[in-house]
């Protein structure tokens, strides 16, 4: 099956407490093939040498910076300046910039308020595009990506160009339906954060015991010939010492899932 070319990775932030240098030697040794550097601790915002020292330090290990998790949220921004994270993540060479859609979730968000994060998104856009970068959406609660109806809604009405979405599975929805609203995004889909979550509280489970779930959902993006990265995100006890049984099992699904990882490089930034 030709399915869509999609590449191991990692987000940093599911080892807040390790440096850089240890979280991109352990996704390398693990058969990674790139990180979603955070901007809250790994590559802060307006810090371009750091940038630029961990976009050097992944290349040299062999590593493609996936993309650059701003953390900022379009239409409540506090002091985040969108320039400033436009800028850090230019000098990372991160191809796209994963940003939030607000700060309220699709039901307590009226239309005044959409438009106010439709106009921020486009405002970023513009400074994105202009680096060379676009922007993918964090798929969410309490934003307003937490419905695949609103995240539609939301894509609509900007430049598919530009922007992009992520998808993770959410809490509380069945298989059955996270697949299907999975399906209805792939036309705009960038990236997918991977985890196995399970109950009520929450509980971090090894992705292993999800491989059924998430074979059918990395089939879902079959199709589509665009480079992307299938990221883990978050482990058992936030341990490091499970990111190779994850990662195997990672790599394991994306073969099995019929979206191997190609012989060629995996994506990288033209910035």
């Excluded at 990775?9 to 979280?23: A, D, M, Q, W």
């Amino acid at each position: 099956m030709n399915g869509m070319r999609i590449f191991p990775g990692l987000v940093s932030i599911t080892f807040r407490k390790l440096t850089v240098r240890e979280i991109a030697e352990r996704a390398a040794a693990c058969g990674l093939r790139g990180i979603e550097w955070g901007g809250d601790i790994h590559v802060p915002h307006g810090d371009l040498e750091r940038a630029r020292e961990v976009r050097a330090m992944s290349v040299d290990l062999g590593l493609s910076v996936a993309a650059y998790g701003s953390y900022y949220r379009a239409g409540d921004a506090g002091e985040l300046e969108f320039a400033t994270v436009c800028e850090t993540a230019h000098a990372l060479g991160a191809p796209t910039i994963r940003v939030w859609a607000g700060r309220r979730g699709s039901a307590e968000a009226d239309e005044a308020y959409r438009t106010l994060v439709i106009e921020d998104l486009l405002r970023a856009g513009e400074l994105a595009m202009e680096a060379r970068m676009t922007l993918s959406l964090e798929s969410h609660n309490h934003t307003l990506t937490d419905t695949v109806d609103s995240t539609e809604d939301l894509l609509r009405r900007l430049p598919p160009e530009v922007v992009q979405t992520y998808w993770q599975p959410q809490t509380g929805v069945s298989v059955e339906e996270g697949e299907a609203g999975l399906r209805r995004l792939v036309p705009r889909l960038s990236n997918l954060h991977v985890f196995q979550w399970t109950g009520d509280p929450v509980e971090r489970r090894p992705l292993a015991e999800g491989f059924d779930v998430w074979k059918r959902y990395l089939r879902a993006v079959s199709g589509r010939d665009e480079p992307r990265w299938a990221m883990l995100e978050f482990v058992r006890d936030d341990n490091p010492d499970c990111l190779a049984a994850e990662a195997a099992t990672l790599r394991e699904l994306l073969a099995e899932a019929a979206a191997c990882v190609s012989p060629i490089d995996p994506p990288v930034s033209t910035s």
